[in-house]
């Protein structure tokens, strides 16, 4: 596609409920992250894919939470026995290339989880 | 610890006026700085910086790095309400992959 997309873009679900979110990134694009912004805040890094694989799994809050990526397209962020904590914009971005910091980060409009 | 430290937090002006904001920034094995603007849900990218004193412009739009004093400016010149945004930067950490972004200037811009 023309850019990156995520669904759903907004998800309200129940404490304790688990949830899935996607990511489509742009074609081509071998490098995909996942962030999360709660209000008022900046972007909080959760984790870091090139290809199918993840070097970086760092950013992940919990175990909780786990993401996947297939065919180095699609991936899904997990989020398991939601909290109210959890709730926040959970942004996917991708790149061309390896993530070696100096590849320009093209993201999707979010998805915004609100967790009751 | 790496981190980026943005200011300031929020801005408010009017049309026409020239704002200056700030991202300054503590990171090993610097690589590149970028700023972006975010109005609703996605940051859009604006500018990557890499080398010191080497000013990228673009339309009212201008941004310059200073790797000795370890920060970076963005310029807004002519501002118009369409340049109300949250304005974040972010440098990539050493030897990960992973952004640092700092907290963003929320800049509002008055009729």
């Known amino acids: 596609g023309a850019g990156v997309s995520q669904s759903p873009s907004n998800k309200v679900t129940e404490k304790g409920k688990d949830v899935e979110l996607r990511c489509d990134p742009i074609?081509?694009?071998?490098?995909l992250y996942w962030y999360r912004q709660s209000l008022g805040q900046g972007l909080e890094f959760l984790i870091y894919?090139?290809?199918?694989?993840?070097?970086?799994k760092s950013g992940l809050p919990s175990d909780r939470f786990s993401a996947e990526r297939t065919g180095g397209s699609v991936s899904t962020l997990t989020i398991q026995r939601t909290q109210q904590e959890d709730s926040a914009v959970y942004l996917c971005?991708?790149?061309?290339?390896?993530?070696?910091?100096?590849?320009?980060?093209?993201f999707g409009p979010g998805t915004r989880l609100t967790v009751l | 610890e790496d981190k980026v430290v943005q200011s300031p937090l929020s801005l408010v002006v009017h049309e026409g006026d020239t704002v200056t904001l700030n991202c300054s920034y503590e990171?090993?094995?610097?690589?590149?700085l970028l700023w972006y603007k975010q109005e609703k849900k996605a940051p859009t990218f604006l500018f990557m910086l890499?080398?010191?004193?080497i000013e990228k412009k673009s339309g009212r739009l201008s941004s310059i790095l200073d790797k000795k004093e370890l920060f970076s400016i963005l310029n807004i010149t002519a501002t118009q309400t369409g340049d109300s945004a949250i304005y974040l930067c972010?440098?990539?950490?050493?030897?990960?992959?992973?952004?640092?972004f700092g907290t963003g200037t929320r800049l509002k811009v008055l009729a």
């Open positions: 971005a991708s790149s061309f290339r390896r993530g070696e910091g100096t590849d320009t980060q093209y």
């Open positions: 990171v090993t094995n610097f690589r590149s």
């Open positions: 890499t080398s010191s004193g």
């Open positions: 972010a440098v990539p950490t050493s030897g990960t992959y992973k952004y640092i």
């Open positions: 074609s081509g694009h071998t490098a």
């Open positions: 894919f090139q290809g199918n694989s993840a070097p970086d």
